[in-house]
């Protein structure tokens, strides 16, 4: 975050605090319980809102290297994400072009040419098809079949964006808007990957997001956990397009910050949490980032996948750096699973019932406000 935005950011902080007030809306938001119960619903956001949006598919530090490789079907699609030697990032539907198998079936690594286990038709890391097997009975398919199919896909901020239709570098910057400056003061792209992990989840995909937009619920859920280290019931949130930032107050920042004596640095005491539209939660937590993306699952409203992601500075140096980070991906993953998660998986069998048809977003609940109404705009 530039220095001017933090300056601004923090005034609007502190009058909150002076006030004794918290960030409001106009008036309380209802839901529709069965937009996270209803498959046709979610195809409806599969076609209408996923496939028209940027999303994220991968990280620059999951590529550091030429040759280096991810591939999954997280997005419902089979992608494989390559860096060529060139240093370009490219996608590819990870489909051979022969019989129509995967191709790369190992989830990383680092590989010049990928083998189709079926045939044994080549590609290299452009996509391109550069050798077939006994090549005397395919005459011509490899000038009429070139190579994988290319999805498109620009390197920014760290993050590897799949774009939509007729979208290229300029429509993503467009689409960030103050943001694209903001996230580049991070530089995400020079962090590298301390671990990365896809996890399952008997819930709808919104439940994700929306744990990450409210701290109304820290002093009650994370009680225990996480709860006492900040501020609960308070989130500063400005939208940008139909993203979103809010901000988190640990419980360091009156002290260190509101009661300073003298200029202090504010940003040891907050986190900052940007939902990248749609699918895409982006948290700087001062030491490192964590990435979370979502993807519903098409056939059953209550399922989803996450990838988990955690950046860090450098690679740990020594073997008490990596138990710091060890510690901390416990710390995450033990309040995640086993708080945010399991309270979703009880609301996600309340949606069930007949008991509720429609979800209250309080006043003090701003970002879940502004996410929900985006959605809103583009599919009903």
């Not at 106009?26 to 046709?40: I, K, L, S």
């Not at 901020?157 to 991070?186: C, K, M, Q, T, V």
């Not at 860090?312 to 416990?330: G, K, L, V």
């Not at 309270?343 to 069930?352: C, E």
Request: aromatic content about 10%; overall charge negative.
């Amino acid at each position: 975050m530039r220095q001017h935005e933090r300056e601004r950011l923090m005034a609007d902080v502190a009058e909150f605090l002076t006030t004794a007030t918290v960030p409001m809306t106009d008036a309380t938001m209802t839901n529709d319980v069965f937009r996270y119960t209803d498959p046709a619903y979610t195809r409806r956001e599969l076609n209408e809102v996923f496939a028209a949006q940027p999303s994220v598919v991968a990280l620059s530090a999951q590529l550091p290297q030429p040759g280096d490789f991810v591939a999954d079907d997280l997005s419902g699609d089979p992608l494989v994400v390559t860096r060529g030697d060139d240093g370009v990032v490219r996608a590819f539907y990870n489909v051979c072009v022969h019989r129509g198998t995967k191709v790369v079936c190992a989830e990383h690594g680092n590989a010049r040419r990928h083998a189709c286990p079926f045939h044994g038709w080549v590609y290299d890391s452009s996509g391109k098809l550069v050798a077939i097997p006994n090549p005397e009975a395919f005459p011509g398919i490899a000038e009429r079949r070139p190579g994988l199919t290319e999805v498109t896909v620009v390197e920014r901020h760290g993050l590897i964006w799949r774009l939509p239709a007729g979208w290229g570098e300029a429509e993503l910057i467009e689409s960030l808007g103050p943001l694209d400056d903001e996230l580049d003061a991070y530089q995400v792209n020079r962090y590298v990957l301390d671990r990365s992990e896809v996890l399952h989840q008997p819930i709808n995909w919104k439940f994700v997001i929306d744990g990450f937009l409210e701290t109304y619920h820290f002093r009650f859920l994370h009680q225990s956990t996480i709860g006492p280290f900040v501020r609960s019931n308070f989130g500063p949130t400005e939208q940008h397009g139909r993203n979103i930032r809010m901000v988190a107050l640990r419980a360091s920042y009156d002290e260190h910050v509101l009661n300073a004596e003298g200029p202090v640095d504010p940003m040891p005491h907050i986190a900052v949490v940007y939902v990248l539209f749609p699918n895409t939660v982006l948290v700087w937590q001062g030491t490192h980032h964590e990435v979370w993306t979502v993807h519903p699952t098409a056939a059953a409203p209550d399922r989803c996948t996450i990838r988990v992601s955690v950046l860090i500075p450098n690679p740990a140096a020594t073997e008490q750096q990596q138990r710091n980070w060890d510690r901390n991906w416990a710390i995450l993953m033990g309040t995640v699973l086993e708080e945010d998660f399991a309270v979703s998986r009880r609301a996600q069998a309340g949606f069930a019932t007949p008991a509720q048809t429609q979800i209250v977003y309080g006043r003090n609940e701003p970002a879940l406000q502004a996410f929900h109404r985006s959605f809103a705009t583009l599919i009903d």
